[in-house]
């Protein structure tokens, strides 16, 4: 296990929400490197085993893995045109508490079909209520490093995301990963730690970020947390930063994206069906702490007291609502002021930790993401209520997004968004005011007009052919253009499922559509002679559904 006990830095407490655009900030490059492909006349030698049973010494990784982080690798060098794909990895591919890559045969028979199939790399989700679970600044990379390894091994690039939210709704949930228990024993003497909303409801997914600043774990602040925690990352994976590592995904909120909990966990699944609302998070003492104080300043006092009024979500119509329907207050001078202090928050929020991520990462080659979320299910109404919940100024009359973007561009991030494959036809039979197409269309303007690149990612668990079809045609309403910045896609993600005959060939078939190169028939060594690509993909494609 890999300890570290680095000093804490400074910090200064800040409750109001004013920002500095204008700061000095070191740019990372906005213009990607050209993507590269992968399918050229190449041997793989495995030189350890993962599984392997011998002891861990004293630096904390075992005698493979040590071997691995010491030896010569595979050319990462590979030249392809279009936009790669990568695969996210299932939630419980490290176990939880071990801290130990599961299913390694499996794994590695889907690696091995991954590669086969012409996918760029996989998505890996570090948790840090798994990393640093028992005790602050006590971190256990095992299960990664493994990943990693095995991904070199397969041809794989790596994407890692630092996950910093809980996932799953409860210890019941069988993919529960909460935060970690000295965080959560913090948040048990300290319950303003967590999001609150009107009714006093708490939202243990991530912290409060109003106290992003304040000294509430163990002496220190949430930012320093997050970034010592990003700069252990950087030093036990420095070997494969840039080469097999190429991507950095900063978690910023509940499920990694920059908004705030407005919907409970468990409805998410169903909220864009249900038109729920959902509730503004500015409860909890230290959020309210900062109201008052721009408020103060502001000569408002009577705008101190909390969230705004009339803005329930038990009618689902937002024209029942005061705040929310067409001439409600939302539109008035105090709705204003509420929504700009309560996305200036979040933003603010964003900007600590892509300064904290372009500050850790400098000089590597390797590209840091932001993730924004698609909640688009009030997206044809004036008001936007269910972004303006989650922290998007975002309304008929207002773009909430392009000062994202424009955050993400002075940090060289690449923006990561969700929806590709959700068409509004099918989706306005359920819901007649949601808009994914214009939610999703929104973004990639933005994205546009700030030149980054972007990432795309499915919400389904499952795509059929017309839902490729779909992110293939917004793919292209991105990329279409001179100059336009790179675009990669996120399968969301790796089971089963992907792999049953049917799903393979269409999943395939995307692979190659985005990509728009013919996939050359290389032969891949794995120390066990030669198997060409279509053998290969056939073969690790039935392992893969076998051992899962």
């Given amino acids: 296990m890999a300890i570290t006990s680095p000093s804490a830095p400074t910090f200064s407490a800040s409750l109001c929400c004013t920002r500095t655009d204008s700061a000095a900030v070191p740019a990372r490059s906005l213009k990607s490197s050209p993507i590269q492909t992968r399918f050229q006349n190449r041997r793989f030698t495995l030189s350890c085993r993962l599984d392997s049973s011998s002891s861990v010494p004293s630096n904390g990784f075992d005698g493979d893995l040590q071997y691995e982080l010491q030896h010569g690798s595979v050319s990462t060098h590979y030249r392809r045109r279009g936009s790669p794909v990568f695969v996210t990895l299932p939630v419980d591919a490290v176990s939880l508490p071990a801290g130990i890559m599961k299913r390694k045969k499996a794994m590695a028979q889907s690696f091995r079909a991954l590669a086969a199939a012409g996918v760029e790399g996989v998505v890996m989700e570090v948790w840090w209520g798994l990393v640093e679970r028992e005790l602050p600044r006590v971190y256990n990379w095992q299960g990664y490093l493994e990943i990693v390894v095995l991904a070199r091994r397969c041809g794989l690039k790596v994407r890692a995301v630092m996950a910093f939210h809980q996932c799953g709704t409860g210890p019941d949930d069988p993919f529960w990963i909460p935060l970690p228990l000295w965080v959560s024993e913090e948040m048990d003497k300290d319950p303003d730690l967590a999001y609150s909303d009107r009714f006093g409801r708490r939202n243990m997914e991530y912290i409060s970020l109003g106290c992003d600043v304040l000294p509430v774990l163990h002496g220190r602040s949430p930012i320093q947390a997050y970034a010592e925690f990003m700069r252990s990352f950087r030093d036990t994976f420095r070997p494969f930063l840039g080469g097999v590592i190429t991507g ?9 994206e920059l908004r705030y909990p407005s919907c409970p966990l468990q409805k998410l699944s169903w909220t864009w069906r249900s038109r729920e609302l959902g509730e503004f998070q500015c409860y909890d003492k230290y959020m309210l702490a900062s109201l008052n104080a721009c408020a103060g300043e502001r000569g408002m006092r009577e705008w101190a ?17 005061d705040f929310f329907k067409s001439d409600g207050s939302w539109n008035t001078p105090y709705g204003e002021f509420f929504l700009a202090w309560y996305s200036e928050m979040l933003l603010l929020h964003g900007e600590r930790i892509c300064r904290e991520a372009e500050t850790t990462f400098r000089g590597l080659e390797v590209n840091l993401t932001g993730k924004v979320a698609g909640i688009h299910w009030h997206y044809g109404t004036r008001s936007h209520p269910s972004e303006l919940t ?18 993400f561009g002075r940090y060289g991030f690449t923006m990561c968004c969700t929806c590709f494959e959700m068409r509004d036809a099918e989706e ?47 793919s292209k309403f991105y990329s279409d253009g001179p100059g336009t910045p790179t675009f990669s896609f996120n399968f969301v993600r790796m089971d089963k499922n992907l792999f049953e005959y049917r799903n393979w060939v269409s999943f ?18 794995f120390g066990e002679g030669d198997m060409p690509l279509s053998s290969l993909s056939a073969s690790a494609t039935a392992g893969a559904v076998l051992a899962y």
Wanted: charged share 20%; proline share 6%; hydrophobic share 40%.
């Fill in 248 to 256: 950095i995904q900063v978690g910023m909120g509940p499920a990694g």
């Fill in 390 to 407: 989650a922290g998007y100024y975002n309304t008929s009359i207002r773009d909430g997004f392009l000062p994202i973007a424009r955050m």
């Fill in 305 to 321: 007291n909390g969230g705004p009024i009339g803005a329930s979500n038990l009618m689902q119509d937002p024209e029942s609502t």
């Fill in 508 to 525: 395939t078939r995307f692979v190659r559509q985005m990509a728009d190169v013919k996939i050359f028939r290389a032969k891949l060594g």
């Fill in 428 to 474: 306005q039979q359920m819901n007649p005011v949601s808009g994914p197409e214009g939610f999703v269309k929104q973004l990639l303007l933005a994205a546009r007009i700030c030149d980054i690149p972007l990432q795309g990612e499915n919400t389904a668990s499952s795509l059929d052919d017309e839902s490729y079809q779909q992110v293939l045609r917004m």
